[in-house]
């Protein structure tokens, strides 16, 4: 055995895991790859009691372990892939995904024009609209894809595509629909715009109230409205199984009837803070290796695990001319540690893919504070653009000590709290008098890197602070303090604090159009 001198961070590796329940790994756990910049707080900290005895010599006597504080804290840029399995801990709540299939072989053949498989094609319907994704042929089978006829174990699209046998890991991922020609019509008869449709239903499409969806496609006249302001970013405030009313929009919508037109809808993966049964607590492992200590057995890598975690706090710091920078921070019930000799816990362990980050200057497509209202989908923003924002989530998670346990026994949540800190360029007094008058207030966030996008929603916010800053030679700016609420005040339908869509695709002009 020949020691090494040092051990160094680059040698490192973290992941995650999602256990079954808490301190409990399924059987084949899947070890899902981190990419932390920096490590805050992490790992376990002994608590040890001292010995005091009165005695004429007056010494301490050797105390003993009482217990151990388990924390996992660490600092990443936002990276989806990498992040998306944390979220859920933090919520409380499962992601409401849209159809997926593949991943495990699953995917058999692929032709010029279908995708085969043994069974369970039909998760999609026709008009779906898929992304594929890990085929071997990368220009050809990979991508968007439109199904136009479907069975259980063939899937047809319109797309021209290149005959392989694909690898195991190929996958379909429902990331949106494209209607019959002339089935949307938009009315802006009533208060809010309403989006009405004959065969696209929105209940069974799986949209939901205070999600944000996108309308239209880069082909200039086609799969999209006619009028602009019908086209790009949308919440939608209520749906039936005819329609969806919007709340929130660029521009103002305009009354629209269609005969011919087909409408493309990309819609994205939904997370946000869930009522009744809904509710659902997501605790995790965290693993990280912390290389080999022989320098004759390089494969014998030893680790550390924090088990039974559960989401505390997670802040999104935007910075001008920066990355989107997180702060993740879970409260954990005890720390492990494993031999080289004995190894890392079972499981697989997938590689991250390589993802740009999203940046905060053209990444960033739209922050939107504004008053909530009934009648106007584009109000009058309260405040010009922003400087400096950070955005957080908070379960105050405390940890309960129990006798004849070491560690935590158990972990209790606290209320689920979302507020956010913002800089801005002042414009108008009316940021002020809305802190001063208690106004309902919402707020939202969109930014899209390459095709892929994602949104942050907070239908109800009481505004705090609402200071002017004036300084020399500065643009005069507004602080502001955001405490997001439940937005049952404003429809029952948005009953949730913080809603967010992850878009796996969102065509080009997405990018451009907000």
């Known amino acids: 055995m020949a020691l090494v001198s040092l051990l160094n961070s680059n040698q490192t590796q973290l992941r995650v895991a999602a256990e079954t329940a808490l301190k409990v790994l399924p059987g084949s756990p899947v070890w899902n790859p981190q990419d932390p910049n920096a490590y805050n707080d992490f790992g376990g900290t002994i608590k040890n009691m001292i010995r005091t005895p009165i005695r004429d010599d007056r010494q301490r006597a050797k105390g003993v372990s009482v217990g151990v504080d388990a924390v996992g804290s660490y600092s990443s840029d936002f990276v989806y892939p990498a992040l998306k399995h944390t979220f859920p801990s933090f919520f409380y709540a499962a992601f409401r995904n849209f159809a997926e299939f593949g ?17 369970g094609l039909t998760v999609f319907i026709v008009g779906d609209l898929v992304l594929a994704a890990g085929f071997s042929n990368i220009l050809g089978n990979n991508g968007l894809k439109r199904a136009t006829t479907v069975t259980a174990t063939v899937l047809t699209v319109a797309e021209t595509m290149v005959a392989e046998t694909p690898p195991a890991t190929a996958t379909l991922v429902k990331v949106g629909f494209q209607t019959t020609a002339g089935d949307l019509d938009v009315s802006v008869a009533g208060a809010l715009p309403v989006i009405t449709s004959t065969a696209f239903n929105p209940v069974t499409q799986g949209i939901l109230p205070g999600m944000w969806v996108y309308f239209g496609d880069d082909t200039t006249g086609l799969l999209s409205f006619t009028n602009a302001a019908n086209n790009g970013w949308k919440r939608v405030r209520a749906v039936t199984a005819t329609s969806m009313t919007i709340d929130k929009s660029r521009l103002p919508m305009v009354a629209e009837t269609n005969t011919t037109q087909t409408v493309r809808i990309f819609l994205g993966r939904t997370i946000k803070n869930e009522t009744g049964t809904t509710i659902v607590r997501n605790s995790v492992q965290f693993e990280r290796t912390l290389g080999a200590p022989d320098d004759a057995l390089p494969a014998q890598v030893q680790s550390e695990y924090i088990i039974g975690c559960v989401g505390n706090e997670l802040s999104f710091n935007y910075k001008p001319q920066d990355k989107l920078m997180c ?22 362990r997938p590689n991250l893919p390589e993802l740009p980050a999203y940046n905060t200057s053209s990444a960033v497509k739209r922050i939107k504070l504004a008053v909530v209202s009934n009648t106007s989908v584009a109000p009058t923003p309260l405040a010009g653009e922003v400087l400096d924002l950070k955005m957080t989530i908070k379960n105050n998670v405390k940890a309960i000590n129990v006798i004849g346990v070491f560690g935590a026994f158990e972990l209790v949540a606290g209320d689920f709290e979302v507020s956010a800190d913002i800089e801005a360029l002042f414009l108008t007094t009316a940021a002020v008098d809305s802190v001063r008058n208690n106004a309902d207030v919402t707020m939202d966030i969109i930014q899209v890197q390459g095709n892929q996008a994602f949104t942050c929603d907070m239908p109800l916010i009481t505004l705090g602070n609402g200071r002017a800053n004036v300084s020399k030679d500065d643009p005069i700016k507004l602080s502001l303090g955001l405490e997001a609420n439940s937005g049952e005040q404003v429809d029952t339908t948005l009953d949730h604090t913080l809603l967010m869509n992850f878009f796996d695709f969102v065509p080009n002009i997405a990018t451009t159009l907000s």
Do not use: N
């Open 103 to 119: 991943g495990a072989g699953q995917i058999t053949a692929v032709t010029t024009s279908t995708f085969t498989a043994a069974s």
């Open 327 to 348: 702060d993740l921070a879970f409260v954990g019930c005890d720390v492990e540690y494993r031999t080289g000799a004995v190894g890392v816990k079972t499981g697989t």
